[in-house]
T-cell receptor, first 112, second 113 residues
Framework: QKEVEQNSGPLSVPEGAIASLNCTYSDRVSQSFFWYRQYSGKSPELIMSIYSNGDKEDGRFTAQLNKASQYVSLLIRDSQPSDSATYLC????????????FGQGTTLQVKP | NAGVTQTPKFQVLKTGQSMTLQCAQDMNHNSMYWYRQDPGMGLRLIYY???????DKGEVPNGYNVSRLNKREFSLRLESAAPSQTSVYFC????????????FGPGTRLTVL
């Protein structure tokens, strides 16, 4: 089992819809979770971080964390074609190393 | 603020050649990282440096060496390149090594023939 798993997609949604991206992780002790967006040919950029169970909202983005079920999700409301990218989930490894484990990413396509 | 910079942007090597990828950050971050990204594999950590003067292996260190030259600079060296090292390499930095995210450089696209 991979430490961080994402469906590679592509996930296709129409413009204006809600896009839901999911990520599961295997380390029960993980405390820090991040979502990065990566446009084709570019470097990853951080869009959300979440540390506590529940929802965290930032503009059109909502991160949801459920530690009991070991999953973290990203919702994008009112999806725009400019949201088309690969979304990487990252989980901080437990212990005092600060290492992040990345999922393989989910490709999102928002169709006009 | 340039953030994290990497050189070169593109490189083609022949099997057995050596090269050094350069990385610098101007954000006064303590920790720096080298990742490689391959299709379907996500980002994998090669080496990291939690602070100036320290380096440690990540998930895939074989075939690579690193040098933390000073607080700003962290280089990655391929001593004898192999086709399996064809990848996109990202350098990243973070203010601390505990529980923080990463600022990524623009990447180096390396092809080994």
């Amino acid at each position: 089992q991979k430490e961080v798993e994402q469906n590679s997609g592509p996930l296709s949604v129409p413009e204006g819809a809600i896009a839901s991206l999911n990520c599961t992780y295997s380390d029960r002790v993980s405390q820090s979770f991040f979502w990065y967006r990566q446009y084709s040919g570019k470097s990853p950029e951080l869009i959300m971080s979440i540390y506590s169970n529940g929802d965290k909202e930032d503009g059109r983005f909502t991160a949801q964390l459920n530690k009991a079920s070991q999953y973290v999700s990203l919702l994008i409301r009112d999806s725009q074609p400019s949201d088309s990218a690969t979304y990487l989930c990252a989980v901080r490894v437990s212990g005092n190393t600060g290492k992040l484990i990345f999922g393989q990413g989910t490709t999102l396509q928002v169709k006009p | 603020n340039a953030g994290v910079t990497q050189t070169p942007k593109f490189q083609v090597l022949k099997t057995g050649q050596s090269m050094t990828l350069q990385c610098a950050q101007d954000m006064n971050h303590n920790s720096m990282y080298w990742y490689r990204q391959d299709p379907g594999m996500g980002l994998r950590l090669i080496y990291y440096s939690a602070s100036e003067g320290t380096t440690d292996k990540g998930e895939v260190p074989n075939g690579y060496n690193v040098s933390r030259l000073n607080k700003r600079e962290f280089s990655l060296r391929l001593e004898s390149a192999a086709p399996s090292q064809t990848s996109v390499y990202f350098c990243a930095s973070s203010e601390a090594s505990l529980g923080t995210s990463r600022d990524f450089g623009p990447g180096t696209r390396l092809t080994v023939l």
